[in-house]
């Protein structure tokens, strides 16, 4: 089983729709949740972060973190055809002498339709 | 402000041959880890580097090996390349002290034939 379980779509919604995206994860160890954009041929792309549980909004993103549940999500409201790509979830430790590696979840590929 | 910026942008190599990858952490970063992510998959953590020495390695062979300079820039060598090698390989940069905020490059795609 993977540290981190992400469900790899595609998911396929409507312009000005609300895109719903989740992780779950098994390791208790994971303090920070982040989210990245990866579109196609490029890096990913640092969208948000948070630490512990709880929610966190930026413009039309919402981060959510349920650590008694092992579940993280993130929220987009009215969607745009740019956001259009695939969005990885990725955890890491609290930082320590061993360093901050970040466990990602396989990707969810979202197309936003015009 | 340049970001990660990592060489070459696409390699195209032979089963058995040896190759280097190389990344240039963003301005002020120290921090250096590679990722390797394989078509429609999420990255998987290779190793990190600080200070020019190798501090955490995810489940990856002996045939992966790094090196971190005194510029913090970085390399990736992969001996004895497999079929299975073939993948986008990522650098992100980060400062130690961060627990989030890493840089990605946009990686290089490496396909061995």
């Known amino acids: 089983q993977k540290e981190v379980e992400q469900d790899p779509g595609p998911l396929s919604v409507p312009e000005g729709a609300i895109v719903s995206l989740n992780c779950t994860y098994s390791?208790?160890?994971?303090?920070?949740f982040m989210w990245y954009r990866q579109y196609s041929r490029k890096g990913p792309e640092l969208l948000m972060y948070?630490?512990?549980?709880g929610n966190k909004e930026d413009g039309r993103f919402t981060a959510q973190v349920d650590k008694s549940s092992k579940y993280i999500s993130l929220f987009i409201r009215d969607s745009q055809p740019s956001d259009s790509a695939t969005y990885l979830c990725a955890m890491s430790p609290v930082v320590g002498a061993a360093g901050n590696k970040l466990t990602f979840g396989g990707g969810t590929r979202v197309l936003v339709k015009p | 402000d340049a970001g990660v910026t990592q060489s070459p942008t696409h390699l195209i190599k032979t089963r058995g041959q040896q190759v280097t990858l190389r990344c240039s952490p963003k301005s002020g970063h120290d921090t250096v880890s590679w990722y390797q992510q394989a078509l429609g998959q999420g990255p998987q953590f290779i190793f990190q580097y600080y200070e020019e020495e190798e501090r955490q390695r995810g489940n990856f062979p002996d045939r992966f090996s790094g090196h971190q300079f005194p510029n913090y820039s970085s390399e990736l060598n992969v001996n004895a390349l497999l079929l299975g090698d073939s993948a986008l390989y990522l650098c992100a940069s980060t400062k130690r002290s961060a627990s989030y905020g890493y840089t990605f490059g946009s990686g290089t795609r490496l396909t061995v034939v």
């Open positions: 948070t630490y512990s549980s």
């Open positions: 390791n208790s160890a994971f303090q920070y």
